[in-house]
């Protein structure tokens, strides 16, 4: 009987497709970024926000981002380089750096790779919005950074 509990339990967190992506897709993005034969695509993401009062809410988002390489050249993605900027109730967005210490990515020309990041926001930003996923100084192609534009997206249509 505990077989069957257990098994029951991990269906219900991981959904019968498994657990290999991080959740829903996003309710819109302008993507994807495209730079010198390099694709930056937004996969699926998990959005919730925790709100503890009104100078503690915490925006927690988890996105699932396809590197892709159609460059003869090698490239290498540092997903610590990629940043939200949301802006919330504020005038101008804030940059926040993901958490975490994930790996650099190395791809051959072809080459293609899911990366997941993971952001912890502190102040009132909220699923429902707009925001963007900056990718200044994320990929490098042969020691120089592929400049690519940042991707603007909605994760949710409500807040959480």
């Known amino acids: 009987m505990k077989k069957l509990v257990l098994s029951i339990g991990f269906v219900g967190v991981c959904g019968l497709g498994g657990c290999a992506s991080t959740g829903r897709p996003f309710v819109k993005t302008d993507g994807p970024s495209t730079s010198s034969g390099v694709t930056v695509a937004l996969k699926d993401q998990r959005c919730a926000r925790r709100k503890y009062d009104k100078m503690n809410d915490v925006l927690d988002l988890r996105m699932a981002v396809q590197v892709t390489n ?17 802006r919330g109730n504020e005038a101008v967005a804030d940059s926040t750096p993901p958490t975490g210490n994930a790996p650099e990515t190395a791809l051959p020309p072809g080459g293609s790779a899911p990366v997941d990041v993971r952001f912890r926001r502190f102040g009132n930003a909220r699923c429902n919005q707009d925001m963007q996923l900056s990718l200044d100084r994320a990929v490098e192609k042969g020691g120089h950074e592929v400049p690519l534009r940042p991707i603007t997206f909605m994760p949710e249509r409500n807040d959480t």
């Open 70 to 86: 159609g460059s003869p050249t090698p490239v290498t993605v540092d997903p610590t380089e990629f940043r939200l900027l949301a």
